[in-house]
């Protein structure tokens, strides 16, 4: 059956593209990259073949879902663990949605501390200082992690690794989940209470109707002065025009973000020789107390490998039975 599969392979990058015919090189399924995002313009490439493969920012709505059922695709498969941006309920009856729900949780946690480390202790700025020969220490204060209370708001398995690497560093850890992990010693608190009482707030849960702007002018109002904020799961979660606002207004004491709400036409692509049009990304950018990557978290070569293997593992399976175990329903 193998070699008969067809895969269009929608926001192809290089790392994509190598990881995946080095997984491929046993099965021998027909992958097609195409550079372009599927969305609702260019979901006619999709025509012939027999699965989709899709990240965070392709659009699998309502309307690519008819699409991609007229054109006889039977699969969406999905090379990320989160699947907000399908329509699964309207993709039940027509095609199968599968996903990589764990690819390295050490990747995205390490991120996360990495991220935090150089806020906090300035090294992104002593970076380029010393590039300029200059070595003074003004303005390059920071402050310990050991002893700080960190609020860790999902305790899937990247925030557990997350949590352990904080408890490393001697810091406090209460946690916040809607279906807490049973049997562990994580100390679960209300939502509330993450915002009252953490130095510093990560976000490793998934993007739903319920979480979407948990972090907002309400909420911010509720943390504690000077507090830090790491999210490297969706953008979403945090409203970016409050948190903006709560860093103007210094109740904000910093912010650590891979992600962004309206990230889709941004990251991942070179825009440096372009003007930039989002006016509150480039304000958050432009703050010095902000540091941003694209969406980076992902990007190690284990990762890289473990999706491209679970990838096709999931449409090889999905395709012969009609089934998967990391399918994505109603």
């Known amino acids: 059956m193998s070699d008969k599969v067809k895969i269009a392979f929608f926001d192809a990058k290089d790392y994509d593209i190598t990881s995946f015919e080095e997984a491929n090189k046993d099965r021998g399924y027909k992958i097609k990259y195409f550079d372009t995002k599927l969305n609702e313009d260019t979901v006619k490439l999709a025509k012939g073949y027999d699965a989709v493969c899709v990240f965070v920012n392709d659009t699998i709505d309502e ?189 904000i004491g910093a912010a650590c973000l891979d992600v962004y709400e309206e990230e889709a036409d941004v990251f991942f692509e070179d825009r440096s020789g372009h003007i930039f049009e989002d006016d509150t990304l480039a304000r958050l950018i432009s703050m010095p107390n902000v540091i941003v990557t694209s969406h980076q978290a992902f990007l190690t070569e284990e990762a890289l490998t473990n999706i491209a293997h679970t990838t096709l593992s999931n449409i090889d399976e999905y395709l012969k039975t009609g089934k998967c175990e990391n399918e994505v329903t109603v």
Request: charged share 25%.
């Open 63 to 251: 309307k690519v879902i008819d699409s991609l059922y007229k054109k006889g695709v039977k699969l969406v498969a999905l090379r990320c663990a989160g699947f907000n941006n399908v329509d699964v309920a309207k993709a039940a009856g027509k095609v199968g949605v599968v996903r990589v729900p764990a690819y390295s949780p050490y990747a995205v946690a390490e991120h996360a501390m990495a991220l935090l480390l150089t806020s906090i202790r300035r090294i992104h700025k002593a970076y380029t200082r010393t590039k300029d020969f200059n070595f003074s220490l003004n303005g390059l204060m920071g402050f310990d992690l050991h002893g700080k209370t960190v609020g860790v708001v999902g305790t899937g398995k990247i925030g557990r690794v997350f949590i352990d690497i904080c408890r490393g560093f001697g810091m406090n850890v209460i946690a916040y989940d809607k279906f807490p992990a049973k049997d562990t010693d994580i100390e679960y608190v209300d939502i509330d209470k993450i915002w009252e009482k953490s130095d510093i707030i990560s976000f490793h849960c998934p993007l739903t109707d319920e979480t979407r702007h948990m972090v907002n002018k309400k909420s911010i109002k509720s943390m504690k002065k000077g507090v830090v904020l790491i999210n490297t799961s969706r953008g979403a979660l945090i409203d970016a025009d409050a948190l903006l606002e709560g860093i103007r207004s210094r109740h």
